[in-house]
Structure formats: structure tokens, C-alpha cells
């Protein structure tokens, strides 16, 4: 079982930092993906800022979200 996004805070770079429900915090390099499928609506920096937690996870407005499982396996924990 994998922990939910409790938080998340966009950052310069398009880095997100993250705290999960179980207490750990890290941070999720968003730029290797930004240039495949869906994920090149949050390519532009004013849309990528928009990110929320929706359920135990990470979305934005534009209809991008991610899997928890590869947010909390991708995130690099502090």
C-alpha cells in the first residue's frame, strides 16, 4: 500500500514538493515528462502552478493527474 498526497506546493522548475500521509515529504522532478501526451498541457509554467490534491493525489485544472503509486515510487524523499 502506498501513502496518499496529503499536500502538495509547486516550485521553480517545475518541481513539486510533497507531503504524504504517513509523515514523509519529498520532492518530484516534473520536467522528464513534460514533453509526452497529456502532460504538455502543464508545460506552461502558469498552468503547472495550478496543482492541487485531488483524492490521494496529485491534478491539475487542465485534466492532468497522476498515478499515487508513481508519485510516492518517483518522489525523492526527504
Do not use: H
Not at 38 to 60: H, L, N, P, S
Amino acid at each position: 500500500m502506498y501513502p496518499s498526497v496529503k499536500e502538495v506546493i509547486p516550485g521553480e522548475d517545475y518541481i513539486l514538493s510533497v507531503v504524504f500521509d504517513n509523515g514523509e515529504t519529498g520532492t518530484l522532478d516534473m520536467k522528464p515528462i513534460l514533453n509526452f501526451g497529456i502532460f504538455q498541457r502543464i508545460k506552461d509554467y502558469d498552468a503547472f502552478r495550478r496543482v492541487r490534491v485531488g483524492f490521494d493525489t496529485i491534478e491539475w485544472d487542465c485534466g492532468v493527474d497522476l498515478d499515487p503509486e508513481y508519485v510516492y515510487a518517483k518522489c525523492k524523499v526527504e
